[in-house]
């Protein structure tokens, strides 16, 4: 087991950084059924079946979900941490108003 240091220099937030593990890339399968399981409560039933029928066709082999999957995986090699980017950018930099979710659009 690693031990990290709470030791270093004031405002040093960051230590032992290095030493944690990278942000694994979440599975393709699990992340499509998280946002059907996310979308069922917000939309009706004739809605949810074309919602899934979207997901299907997307998460199948040769798709672009598997297309995009890929591109995380390459994005997981080069980068310290694949999200930390896009986290920073669009929850904390982005435009913070409220919107209107319309799922059926």
């Not at 032992?16 to 393709?28: A, C, S, T, W």
């Not at 920073?88 to 409220?98: E, F, S």
Request: proline share 7%.
């Amino acid at each position: 087991m690693t031990t990290i240091s709470r030791e270093g220099p004031p405002g040093c937030m960051l230590i032992g950084q290095d030493k944690l593990p990278k942000l694994p890339v979440p599975d393709l399968g699990q992340s499509l059924q998280k946002y059907i399981d996310a979308m069922t409560p917000l939309v009706d039933h004739d809605q949810l079946q074309k919602t899934k029928k979207i997901v299907t066709e997307f998460g199948k082999t040769g798709g672009g979900g598997e297309f995009l999957q890929e591109k995380l995986k390459e994005r997981a090699r080069s980068e310290e941490n694949w999200l930390s980017d896009w986290w920073m950018k669009y929850n904390y930099q982005a435009d913070r108003r409220r919107r209107r979710i319309s799922p059926g659009e």
